[in-house]
């Protein structure tokens, strides 16, 4: 495991430490062979993405097989064993009432002055794409995260993309298709992660077009999902690498804290594990436990998380606490584990970071899988500005407005010289002809016989 001193670093070396993640992402290499994949699904449709299927996935699917059939959901059902079956579940139970509790009130409505009444309603997404990776292993839980906030938000047509399993003849790992029928979602298909992304931004003759993609993939995926944006397809930045940062001092128990870093370590060789402490004591017992754990994983999984907790992460050694939430702030997570005989003290201090767990008891795999926060997270240091995927994420806000005649009246005057300074003379003509209306109208009133004072 690698050990920096962080006040022994200088301005540069500190940049170098917070700054990963997104380089691979905007290459421009990368960038120019997914133009090519990106214009080939725009023009070529179902028969560019069984191109891309054969050439990156190296399995023949025809255009019209590229839909998940009826017979391969009820397949699944048969092939997942139970115990996974039930953990879906488990998960979906959790993460619909973390979801439910969030956007529990869609619509809302004050008056901020009398007569003046503004609000908001929140409606879903027109649809929704979700891409579930299958590069590097079986990510069911990926749907579970993804599927089930676009579920409680309603959004009335959501698609799901996944990669055929690595190696095979195009199949889909089954255990996805259980939590896609769980989640009563219909309209799945096998496709390569970016012409995938391509075909939802775009539609094709089998897989829909949508407004919205959101899903954690590999740097083609994630720089696919940048580019479509270009042609009006929303994404959510950015779903990358997987990082963890645990924040702990001298009370943790080293056993279930090198166990933690471990956790995202063995996700990809890509993948980043920061140990922040102010404890130099703490960083020597971790090194020799993370060394017996990481002798006990098999490979791959015990190169990446060589490698995440190598040149890629390590231990940051602090002078205090305090600093330690500097760091974290500046690195901004995407997973973070907060390990202190103070923990709420600490997380006090935290404002950037995708999701914070508080306590051993709290690891970061619960949260991957059942405790029913968010697990897919913004990553590259994207937690300054995004959170994680909820139903949020497929709601969108409409404001509401009213005015009594009376609260018109009294607020005229400034739209009135807004509009004549910013010369919009329709703007003021706009409220000048209700103002007029309301002096034509008194004066009748006053007229009339019976409405006179």
Known sequence: MRVIDYNLLDGTQRDELFARGTEAIFDERLK??????????????????????????????APDKLRISDAEFDAAEATVSKAV???????????????????????????LRPGLVVGEKSTPVASAGLFVPSGKGSFPSVLVQLGTPAV?????????????????NGEVDPAVLCVARELGLVNVFRVNG??????????????????????????????????CQAFGCQTQMILGPSESMVIADDSADVRLLAADLLNEAEHGPDSASLLVTESAELIKQVQLEISKQLAELPEP???????????????VLVKD?????????????????????????VLAGIV???EVLLGQSTPFSLANYVLGVPASLPTGGFARVNGGITAETFLKKISIGKASPEALAA????????????????????VRARQEQTVISNSENQTTPGKQG
């Open 152 to 168: 409680v938000a309603r959004v009335p047509e959501v698609a799901v993309i996944v990669p055929p399993v690595p190696g095979g």
């Open 194 to 227: 970016p012409a995938g992304v391509a075909a939802l931004a775009f539609g094709t003759e089998t897989i829909p077009k949508v407004r919205k993609v959101v899903g954690p993939g590999s740097p083609p995926v994630a720089a696919a999902q940048v580019a």
């Open 32 to 61: 120019e062979s997914i133009a090519l994949i990106i214009d080939d699904v725009r023009t070529n449709g179902d028969a560019a993405v069984s191109r891309a299927l054969k050439e990156f996935d190296g399995c023949d699917v």
């Open 85 to 111: 079956r039930e953990a879906i579940t488990v998960g979906i139970e959790n993460i619909r009432a973390f979801n439910e509790h969030l956007t529990r009130e869609r619509e809302w409505r004050i008056e």
């Open 301 to 315: 999984r015990r190169s990446y998380a060589s490698a995440a907790l190598g040149p890629n992460g390590g231990a």
């Open 321 to 345: 606490m305090a600093q330690a939430v500097e760091v974290g702030n500046l690195y901004a997570p995407e997973h973070m584990q907060i390990v202190a005989r103070d923990e709420e003290a």
């Open 352 to 354: 950037h970071a995708g």
């Open 411 to 430: 607020l005229a005057p400034g739209v009135i010289a807004l509009a004549e300074h910013e010369d919009f003379p329709a703007h003021a003509a706009a």
